[in-house]
């Protein structure tokens, strides 16, 4: 069984940033995994953010964060990151770790993909 939790939410104003950080606990050869983050705001359903996949090499965003969030892992310490630069109002929401055993995956912005999830962290970006 594979714990993840999440840390690094909070509350900023426009333009500003957060750090998020996903631990990884348990049984598992974190560093196989593929690890991603996605966001679920008020009244909507939840959406894919990024993955990063097992080395760190490859990684996806979804287009509205390109260019302002950059997601990154460390192996050794069981551990992923989604630093958030430039945050907008529409950026509110709450932040889900998830992960998955498999080196690769096809679908990857699919919740379905993904058999392990964290708690969620609020992050409020006001304006």
């Known amino acids: 069984q594979v714990q993840l939790v999440e840390s690094g939410g909070g509350q900023v104003q426009a333009g500003g940033s957060l750090r998020l950080t996903c631990a990884a606990s348990?049984?598992?050869?974190?560093?196989?995994?593929?690890m991603a983050w996605f966001r679920q705001a008020p009244g909507k359903e939840r959406e894919f953010v990024s993955v990063?996949?097992?080395?760190?090499?490859?990684?996806h965003y979804t287009d509205s964060v390109k260019g302002r969030f950059t997601v990154s892992r460390d192996n050794a310490k069981n551990m992923v990151f989604l630093q958030m630069n430039s945050l907008k109002p529409e950026d509110t929401a709450v932040y889900y770790c998830a992960a998955d055993s498999r080196i690769y995956l096809s679908d990857y912005v699919s919740l379905n993909e993904y058999k392990y999830w964290g708690q969620g962290t609020q992050v409020t970006v006001s304006s």
């Open positions: 990063v996949f097992w080395n760190g090499g490859t990684v």
């Open positions: 348990g049984r598992t050869f974190f560093s196989t995994f593929a």
